[in-house]
Nanobody
Framework: QVQLVESGGGLVQAGTSLRLSCVGS????????LGWFRQAPGKEREFVAV???????YYADPVKGRFTISRDNAKNSEYLQMNSLKPEDTAVYYC?????????????????WGQGTQVTVST
């Protein structure tokens, strides 16, 4: 029904930048809230950023000022620009989509998830 595919992960040095992409199919992104989440080894999945269908942006404190979430509805794509990467940013990053009318701040609102892309930041 709705399929999400992430790309752009890799091994990078601390202090550099990386841009993640997520392409959706099965439904237009214009009607959905979009988000990025990550899971590091031995840790729980955590919220990274969300952009609502209206364009409002929300960020987790650890990435605020360094990461930027964006969307291109014409391309059915979602992006995460990551600058000044730190080793603690190392995780599997997942894109997600929600068809709820309003974003209420919870990860359970996102019913559709990508397969994940590995981001590793070395010192």
């Amino acid at each position: 029904q709705v399929q999400l595919v992430e790309s752009g992960g890799g091994l990078v040095q601390a202090g550099t930048s990386l841009r993640l992409s997520c392409v959706g199919s099965g439904r237009t992104f214009s009607s959905m809230h979009l988000g990025w989440f990550r899971q590091a080894p031995g840790k729980e999945r955590e919220f990274v950023a969300v952009i609502t269908r209206g364009g409002n942006q929300y960020y987790a404190d650890p990435v605020k000022g360094r990461f930027t979430i964006s969307r291109d509805n014409a391309k059915n794509s979602e992006y995460l620009q990551m600058n000044s990467l730190k080793p603690e940013d190392t995780a599997v990053y997942y894109c997600a989509a929600s068809d709820r009318r309003y974003y209420m701040g919870g990860s359970t609102e996102f019913a559709y998830w990508g397969q994940g892309t590995q981001v590793t930041v070395s010192t």
